[in-house]
C-alpha cells in the first residue's frame, strides 16, 4: 500500500515539475510549411530547421514553431532546384521508361542552395505556419503572415514568374 501511493506522490511530483518548467515562451506548435515559387524554375524539395516538404507552391506539414515569437528566431533552409525544368526526357527508343542517361545528365544540373534568415515577429499567437518564398538569385523572404500571396496585407510583394537577372547582387 505504502508503494501504491509513493508512486502516486512521485508521478504527481513530476507532472508539478514538467508543468512548473513550462511557460508560453518555450510552448510549441505545429504548424503548416509552404513555399511560393517566385522564379521560372523548379523547386523539386526544401527543408526549414530539418523539416523537410515539396517545393514549388502549396503547402505540407508540418513545422514546429514557438507559439509566442521571440527575438533571434532563424530558419535555415535548403533547397533544390531544377533551372530546366521544361527539359524533356525522351523515353527509352525499346523497352518501357525513362532514358535513364539522359535523366542522369538532366539531374546532374540540379543546384542546391542553403540560406539562414530571421523568422519576422507575429503578434500573439497569430502565426498561420511558416511561408517560404523562393526569389531570383537563390535568395528567400520567410513570412508568418496569415495573408495569402498576393493579398495587399501580405508583406511578400514580389511578384511570380520573375527573370534572372543577368548578373545578381553581390
Known amino acids: 500500500m505504502f508503494c501504491k501511493s509513493m508512486a502516486r506522490g512521485s508521478y504527481a511530483l513530476l507532472g508539478l515539475m514538467l508543468s512548473g ?3 508560453a515562451e518555450n510552448e510549441m506548435a505545429g504548424g503548416n510549411l509552404a ?5 521560372l524554375n523548379a523547386i523539386n524539395w526544401f527543408s526549414v530547421n530539418g523539416y523537410r516538404a515539396h517545393g514549388g507552391g502549396g503547402s505540407s506539414c508540418c513545422i514546429i514553431l514557438p507559439i509566442k515569437w521571440r527575438p533571434g528566431l532563424m530558419a535555415h533552409i535548403e ?7 521544361f527539359a524533356k526526357i525522351k523515353r527509352k527508343t525499346t523497352g518501357f521508361g525513362f532514358d535513364e542517361e539522359a535523366w542522369a ?5 540540379f543546384q542546391r542552395h542553403s540560406a539562414t534568415v530571421e523568422i519576422p515577429e507575429w503578434s500573439g499567437t497569430d502565426s498561420c505556419g511558416l511561408k517560404v518564398h523562393f526569389l531570383v538569385c537563390n535568395q528567400i523572404k520567410v513570412t508568418t ?3 495569402g ?3 495587399p496585407n501580405n508583406p511578400i510583394k514580389e511578384p511570380k514568374q520573375m527573370r534572372e537577372p543577368a548578373v545578381c547582387p553581390g
Open 21 to 23: 518548467c513550462s511557460s
Open 35 to 39: 513555399a511560393v515559387n517566385h522564379t
Open 79 to 85: 533547397w533544390e532546384v531544377d533551372p530546366n525544368r
Open 105 to 109: 545528365a538532366h539531374k546532374a544540373k
Open 145 to 147: 503572415s496569415c495573408w
Open 149 to 151: 500571396y498576393g493579398s
